[in-house]
């Protein structure tokens, strides 16, 4: 079966560091655009990063600079890499596969981050 | 960054109505516009791609059309299961960009 599975959202402080996972079964990760998407609380949602098959990446001009986006081929996981949190970063994180690097057909369950002191 | 711009924001409709929903790209994305249902606590889920294209498991009832900058999702029959929120997303270039979101209320 083809999912998606993210984990690690949490209360953080501003300007801590959080890592997200997103654990992928039924594909593999290193094969497919790769995407991280999030939804502040009441809004709509936000494109956040990409990572090609081929491994580059890129970022909304919002997160450069602070959140990386990595992927374990052994774990068959993407990873999200989230620095110098603001509190404009809360959000759900979805993880999300994009066929052909267009639309994105299969979705995570989110994780929640709230970047608050 | 390209400005995708739905409308109506939010929309009460009856079960059996027909909707339309629209969505206009600040420059022209071909066919590159998908479109989006998301129900309350639950992510989104895909039912058209590439403007026009049926997804598997998605009811008839919904169907895309539209190229370069306007386009339209169309609900044809309105069942009470189709109140959410409805976003369309352009994939032609980066950043990936998203509507506003349409709510419908079901009345």
């Known amino acids: 079966e083809v999912q998606l599975v993210e984990s690690g959202g949490g209360l953080i402080q501003p300007g801590g560091s959080l890592r997200l996972s997103c654990a992928v079964s039924?594909?593999?990760?290193?094969?497919?655009?790769m995407s991280w998407v999030r939804q502040a609380p009441g809004k709509g949602l936000e494109w956040v990063s990409v990572?090609?098959?081929?491994?580059?990446?890129l970022y909304a001009d919002s997160v450069k600079g602070r959140f990386t986006i990595s992927r374990d081929n052994s774990k068959n996981t993407l990873y999200l890499q989230m620095n110098s949190l603001r509190a404009e970063d809360t959000a759900v994180y979805y993880c999300?596969?994009?066929?052909?690097?267009?639309?994105?057909?299969?979705w995570g369950q989110g994780t929640m981050v709230t970047v608050s002191s | 960054e390209i400005v995708l711009t739905q409308s109506p924001h939010f929309q009460s409709v009856t079960p059996k109505e027909k909707v339309i929903i629209t969505c206009r790209a600040s420059?022209?994305?071909?066919?590159?516009l998908h479109w989006y249902q998301q129900k309350p606590d639950q992510s989104p889920k895909l039912l058209i791609k590439?403007?026009?294209q049926s997804i598997s498991g998605v009811p008839s009832r919904f169907s895309g059309s539209g190229s370069g900058t306007d386009f339209t999702l169309t609900i044809n029959s309105l069942e009470g299961e189709d109140a959410a929120t409805y976003y369309c997303?352009?994939?032609?270039?980066?950043?990936?960009?998203f509507g506003q979101g349409t709510k419908l209320e079901i009345k």
């Open positions: 999300a596969r994009a066929l052909g690097g267009a639309a994105f057909e299969i």
């Open positions: 990572i090609y098959s081929g491994g580059s990446t």
């Open positions: 590439y403007a026009s």
């Open positions: 420059q022209s994305i071909g066919s590159s």
């Open positions: 997303h352009q994939s032609s270039s980066l950043p990936h960009t």
């Open positions: 039924g594909f593999t990760v290193s094969s497919n655009y």
